[in-house]
């Protein structure tokens, strides 16, 4: 049987009651917490963050979805005043039965308002996951997938929720918490916990006591799980050496500088100055301007009745001319000048697998313009921008 090694909890699970050290001794190592649902910043968050810390549990952080307008930037800011790093996940909880039909839509919508300030992930049970959303483009965009499933193990997932009513609580807590499973490291390798080295803090008649050199622990400036030490018998923890490869301080720098300051001084006082006339094998100016003002863009007019997915795109930039109803089969909900037209020039960009389409219809009395973006397999849904008014 599957054994839980992580937890998640709420408000439901009262921090003043809740047994952290029962659980610690059942081999639960950190705690998913509810940070907040709708716009509303759940009341036990901060508590549970500061009894995680004091146990030495890890800890993450989810928001509880009701796709609200404004809700994803709302939660964002909740998580950032709760304390939660760059370091850790963020994951949206997609359950509720007022959800509009379209998750996928909206996990993008929580997915832009996160951009990179922390790392993303997807709570939701296992039969709405496989119907709504594409594991492989999951996957490729790296979001942590925390499936719900009581009866059986998902096929797909990176953490499995296992329990949750009657599942009992630890120790002396004998409500009910979710009891989640975990069969990487993938919570364990960006985590926030207190389990550095820590030591008594020096003082005017003891500056030191024990070395702490070359262990593992988490950088009190920067949060970076690796190899460190400390100069204050743990009061400050600094990390060198990280899965990335070194890290260096403003302080190690300094240090060096005294060492490398000959020799960079002598470069760049044998350097050339850079002038057109030092440049080697340029191209003849002349040659260049003629290139520049023959160059011009292809459209690809060879098949305008194929659809092509994100992936089969190449990075940078293609043009094609496509038939606007095999994009667009249905512009009925649109003002009746936004639906003529019949062919568009497609533009599309591609960079690191994620994609952007432009539609100009070309054939319309009324300029038209459409936009949508995509990664892997899927086309999120088009926009209309287009709202010109005659002059």
């Not at 997609?94 to 997807?122: H, I, R």
């Not at 483009?137 to 009866?151: D, E, F, G, M, N």
């Amino acid at each position: 049987m599957t054994k839980a090694n992580w937890i998640d909890v709420s408000y439901f699970q009262d921090p003043e009651k809740f047994d952290y050290q029962a659980a610690k001794q059942a081999g639960i190592q950190g705690l998913i917490i509810r940070a907040g649902y709708g716009k509303t910043q759940d009341t036990a968050a901060a508590q549970h963050i500061a009894n995680a810390q004091k146990y030495g549990f890890m800890w993450h952080l989810y928001h509880y979805w009701y796709n609200m307008g404004g809700e994803a930037e709302w939660a964002v800011q909740n998580a950032k005043s709760l304390g939660l790093t760059a370091n850790q996940y963020f994951f949206l909880d997609m359950e509720d039965k007022s959800l509009p039909a379209d998750w996928n839509g909206q996990f993008a919508v929580f997915c832009k308002a996160v951009g990179d300030t922390y790392k993303v992930g997807l709570y939701c049970s296992d039969s709405p996951y496989k119907a709504k959303f594409q594991d492989s483009q999951l996957q490729h965009l790296k979001v942590a997938r925390w499936i719900a499933s009581y009866s059986y193990e998902p096929a797909n997932y990176d953490i499995w929720q296992l329990s949750g009513a009657g599942g009992g609580g630890f120790g002396s807590y004998t409500g009910d918490v979710d009891r989640d499973y975990t069969k990487s490291d993938i919570l364990s390798l960006y985590a926030t916990t207190n389990i550095n080295p820590v030591v008594t803090k020096p003082t005017a008649d003891l500056q030191y006591i024990q070395p702490i050199m070359l262990q593992p622990g988490y950088d009190t400036e920067t949060n970076i799980y690796g190899l460190g030490y400390s100069p204050d018998n743990g009061a400050h923890f600094y990390v060198t050496y990280t899965t990335f490869g070194a890290k260096y301080r403003q302080e190690d720098a300094d240090r060096l500088w005294k060492y490398l300051q000959g020799p960079v001084s002598k470069q760049i006082a044998s350097a050339v100055s850079l002038a057109w006339d030092n440049i080697k094998g340029k191209a003849d100016a002349a040659q260049a301007v003629a290139n520049a003002k023959s160059a011009k863009v292809t459209i690809d007019t060879s098949n305008i009745y194929q659809i092509k997915k994100p992936s089969e795109y190449s990075e940078g930039f293609s043009y094609e001319l496509k038939e606007v109803s095999e994009l667009i089969p249905d512009r009925s909900n649109l003002d009746s000048t936004a639906q003529g037209g019949s062919q568009g020039i497609v533009t599309t960009e591609v960079c690191k697998g994620y994609a952007r389409q432009t539609l100009k219809v070309i054939d319309s009395r009324r300029p038209l313009t459409f936009i949508r973006n995509g990664s892997g397999t899927t086309w999120y849904p088009w926009e209309i921008v287009t709202t010109t008014l005659p002059v």
